[in-house]
């Protein structure tokens, strides 16, 4: 995974009357995620979680600089509650979901072959790197920063699992497309903490936007520009509720001109959600807490010397 962005021109010709009760629907769908949350195992090397569809491993880390990411993700079960989320997905084979060393190389990746996802120490430590030391000029804490960007990642790789193994089609860039049921998941991990990860993928994306060369081969990626992935994030956020992140339109995080669509660009990603995703749902969709009960639960990778 490269940490950038794309968007999307589409504007959906999504009839208004169906916008709403398609956002619902979604949300309905998404706040089940949670309910196979894993039982208590402590991670030592690999371990089931949920149904057995998901495991996860925590690779014991030789470079001493990464032994307090190793700590704090076993401590906060992060891996467990991702995998458990996606254990929702009738998934036809085990995913695995694996913290490791990658040689200094901060990345995170799907692995087809081995159906495993690897998110390396190197990434989380570029991640806390960036984040500011207290609070943002935009007001995003040092934990948001690094918090909400390490759950995008993960569940930007999960749906990449998830388009594999299900034979998910998929039009367009197969990229923006994880991007966007990352954030549909984020969106609805619980009101505060969507707002808190959401701003911290923000965050995030911006400032990598801010170091980001823009060359050939940063358009010749299979990823957008970070910007564009920041502005695809906030669109989505504001198109899901806009009274809720209003401000994101107020303070200029996002222009008029873009906003004027998001409603209609969330409806049209919660529909192929539901179209593409919801066959798949090991239950139906029902009303509960259980993504908010999975995740909310502060996930923070903030040390408490961060
Ligand atoms: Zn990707």
Redesign the pocket.
């Given at each position: 995974?490269r940490i950038n962005a794309r968007r999307r021109s589409a504007v959906a010709s999504a009839k208004r009357m169906g916008i709403r009760n398609l956002a619902r629907i979604a949300l309905i769908c998404l706040t089940i995620l949670g309910s196979m949350v894993p039982g208590g195992t402590e991670g030592r090397g690999l371990e089931q979680s949920g149904r057995q569809a998901t495991r996860v491993a925590y690779d014991a880390p030789r470079e001493q600089v990464h032994r307090e990411i190793y700590d704090t993700m076993r401590r906060r079960r992060v891996l467990e509650r991702v995998a458990a989320a996606f254990n929702l997905f009738r998934l036809p084979r085990r995913l695995t979901y694996r913290l490791a060393e990658c040689s200094g190389e901060p990345n995170a990746w799907y692995d087809p072959r081995n159906r495993r996802i690897t998110l390396c120490y190197e990434l989380i430590e570029s991640i806390r790197r960036v984040a500011p030391s207290g609070t943002s000029s935009a007001g995003v804490s040092r934990e948001d920063a690094i918090r909400g960007p390490v759950l995008q990642v993960l569940f930007?790789?999960s749906s990449?699992a998830v388009f594999h193994m299900l034979r998910v089609p998929i039009l367009g860039r197969e990229?923006d497309a994880?991007d966007q049921v990352a954030a549909l998941v984020l969106l609805h991990l619980g009101r505060a903490d969507a707002r808190a990860v959401v701003n911290g993928s923000g965050y995030f994306f911006a400032a990598l936007g801010k170091r980001e060369p823009l060359d050939r081969s940063a358009f010749a990626d299979a990823?957008g520009l970070s910007w564009q992935r920041f502005y695809n994030l906030a669109c989505l956020a504001y198109g899901s509720d806009r009274r809720r992140y209003g401000d994101i339109v107020e303070r200029g995080f996002l222009p008029t001109e873009r906003a004027t669509a998001c409603e209609e660009e969330y409806a049209q990603i919660a529909h192929a959600f539901l179209a593409l995703l919801g066959p798949h749902l090991r239950t139906p969709p029902r009303q509960g807490q259980a993504l908010r009960r999975a995740l909310a639960r502060r996930v923070p990778l903030a040390s408490p010397h961060d």
């Open positions: 995974m930007h790789e990449h990229e994880a990823h």
